[in-house]
């Protein structure tokens, strides 16, 4: 069982352009999180998502970024016109359940999709 | 959601025991706390999780006092490679929520 996989690991755009960050979660997992960590700094919450609905979008700017996970495909993490303070790491997790729904309900990350904005 | 506070940084010696401690004071009947493990450039990894008392695994062991207001995640005789940031979670027993980080610790250990 492959973990979480994400892609691309490394991202360069210029500003104005758009980002697409793609996170096949852990087979069986119908839950999915994105974070963004900024360097030296901890993970924030961006949104949970689960199959075709977004569960939690209270950590995602209110513009340019938006997320889905369709019913067929990997979640996508898609920023839009992307501005120099956009670059971070983003993480994206998946779990089979919700993280409160029982002790043990782990979240798997992936290894990261690195964005330079330039 | 209950707040959590750990110190900053705790520097170690290899084959020294590590305790890290993570005050809850707010933590409501039905959290969780669960801690978590980032090497640099990676992304988390589960270590442990508890309700109360004592649980033990191969990586760690987790103290929780019966007030719950504070849990200490502890290390046996480090190595080079526990050398990360380590993060306390309270996570709401329930369905719908999602795990919100802290500043975590940043642990480094020296040879």
């Known amino acids: 069982n492959a973990g979480v996989m994400q892609n691309p690991r490394h991202l360069v755009r210029r500003r104005g352009q758009e980002a697409r960050l793609r996170c096949s979660p852990m087979?069986?997992?119908?839950?999915v999180y994105w974070y963004r960590q900024l360097p030296e700094e901890g993970l924030k919450f961006m949104v949970y998502l689960q199959k075709e609905n977004i569960i939690d979008e209270s950590g995602m700017p209110k513009e340019r970024f938006s997320a889905e996970f369709p019913k067929e495909g990997p979640s996508i993490l898609r920023i839009q016109q992307v501005v120099r303070g956009d670059s971070a790491a983003y993480f994206c997790a998946s779990s089979p359940l919700s993280p409160g729904q029982g002790v043990g309900t782990e979240a798997f990350f992936g290894q990261g999709t690195r964005l330079t904005v330039v | 959601l209950a707040k959590t506070t750990q110190p900053i940084s705790m520097d170690s010696y290899e084959g020294q025991e590590v305790n890290i401690t993570c005050s809850h004071n707010?933590?409501?009947?039905?959290?969780?706390i669960t801690w978590y493990q980032q090497f640099p450039s990676q992304g988390p990894r589960f270590i442990i999780q508890?309700?109360?008392t004592k649980v033990t695994n191969e990586v760690a062991s987790l103290f929780i006092p019966a007030d719950r207001k504070s849990s200490t995640l502890s290390l046996p005789r480090v190595s080079l490679s526990d050398t990360a940031v380590y993060y306390c979670?309270?996570?709401?027993?329930?369905?719908?929520?999602?795990?919100?980080f802290g500043g975590g610790t940043r642990v480094l250990v020296k040879p």
């Open positions: 707010n933590i409501a009947t039905n959290d969780y």
């Open positions: 979670l309270v996570v709401l027993g329930a369905a719908g929520n999602k795990l919100t």
């Open positions: 508890g309700y109360k």
């Open positions: 087979k069986g997992h119908s839950h």
